[in-house]
Nanobody
Framework: QVQLVESGGGLVQAGGSLRLACAAS????????MGWFRQAPGKEREFVAA????????AYTDSVKGRFTISRDSAKNTVYLQMNSLKPEDTAVYYC??????????????????WGQGTQVTVSS
């Protein structure tokens, strides 16, 4: 059974940092793109960041560029999201996803076929 398990969420003050991790089990995603999405209350799920299979290519939504960094450790089958200079508008449930059909840093949720259960990130003002 394939599982993606996120960790590292929590409550932080504006300007603070958090590091999310997503550990995959049940199969390896070392040749696949992986990404992070988020969903705030009352809003649709949105793309945050993605990384290609070898980490050489990344993509970010404009609102997090320069503040968030996605990385991966294929030996550990884990992807990370370092979040700095957090803002209250970053508050959301953050989801990790894996795209078994592509090696690219895909932005579209439709390209991802494995999803984690989500981890809550709350940024207080």
């Amino acid at each position: 059974q394939v599982q993606l398990v996120e960790s590292g969420g929590g409550l932080v003050q504006a300007g603070g940092s958090l590091r999310l991790a997503c550990a995959a089990s049940g199969r390896t995603f070392s040749r696949n793109g992986m990404g992070w999405f988020r969903q705030a209350p009352g809003k649709e799920r949105e793309f945050v960041a993605a990384i290609n299979w070898n980490g050489a290519s990344t993509a970010y939504t404009d609102s997090v560029k320069g503040r968030f960094t996605i990385s991966r450790d294929s030996a550990k089958n884990t992807v990370y999201l370092q979040m700095n200079s957090l803002k209250p508008e970053d508050t959301a449930v953050y989801y990790c996803a894996a795209a078994s059909g592509t090696m690219r840093a895909a932005r579209a949720a439709s390209e991802y076929d494995y999803w984690g259960q989500g981890t809550q990130v709350t940024v207080s003002s």
